[in-house]
Nanobody, 116 residues
């Protein structure tokens, strides 16, 4: 059974930093891409960043220059380093994994709150 375990969320002041981690286990097929989405109260879930097995990355415009996505293929783990955090970054952040069959898996979500 595939499990995605997220960690690293929490409360941080504006301008601060957080690092999210997501470890995938139970994968029967190779991982194609990994990424992070977020959902703020009353809003739709949106893509934050993705990274392919080859290391190609994409970011939502609001994250460019502030967030960095990376992965450790040997550990099936994806990271999201978030810097210069703003109150509008407050959301539940979800890990996303797409395997070689293009099946999609989701983590349980981790809360990120940016507030003074």
């Amino acid at each position: 059974q595939v499990q995605l375990v997220e960690s690293g969320g929490g409360l941080v002041q504006p301008g601060g930093s957080l690092r999210l981690s997501c470890a995938a286990s139970g994968m029967r097929f190779s991982i194609n891409a990994m990424g992070w989405y977020r959902q703020a109260p009353g809003k739709q879930r949106e893509l934050v960043a993705t990274i392919t097995i080859g290391g190609s990355t994409t970011y939502v415009d609001s994250a460019k220059g502030r967030f960095i996505i990376s992965r450790d293929n040997a550990k099936n783990t994806v990271y999201l380093e978030m810097n210069s955090l703003k109150p509008e970054d407050t959301a539940v952040y979800y890990c996303n994994v797409v395997d070689g069959r293009y099946f999609t898996y989701w983590g349980q979500g981790t809360q990120v709150t940016v507030s003074s």
